[in-house]
């Protein structure tokens, strides 16, 4: 099994920035591949970013340019930075992982953009 945890939500104002942590409970190296996910007010759960344990990372054409995932297999915690934040980019951000073929989901953070 893995537990993941994420941190790193908040407020922002549009155009501001913030990073997204998603802490393991094993090494990510173990990890076929880690995602960030999102799920906005009344829409269903959309991909935003992924990388797998050999760092091949890949991104949503919605935030290509503006967000990058990355990890530190040291701490075992894969992160989203996240830049020039929009109002649309408000939502719950949840941390996936794929172990031994199953998905692993974390409780999520909430960021809230504002205009």
């Known amino acids: 099994q893995v537990q993941l945890v994420e941190s790193g939500g908040g407020l922002v104002q549009a155009g501001g920035s913030l990073r997204l942590s998603c802490a393991a409970s094993?090494?990510?190296?173990?990890?076929?591949?880690m995602a960030w996910y999102r799920e906005a007010p009344g829409k269903q759960r959309e991909f935003v970013a992924i990388i797998t344990s050999g760092g091949v990372t890949n991104h949503a054409d919605s935030v290509k340019g503006r967000f990058t995932i990355s990890s530190d297999n040291a701490k075992n915690t894969v992160y989203l930075q996240m830049d020039s934040l929009k109002p649309e980019d408000t939502a719950v951000y949840y941390c996936k992982a794929i172990y031994h073929g199953i998905g692993y989901w974390g409780k999520g953070t909430l960021v809230t953009v504002s205009s």
């Open positions: 094993r090494s990510i190296l173990a990890i076929s591949n």
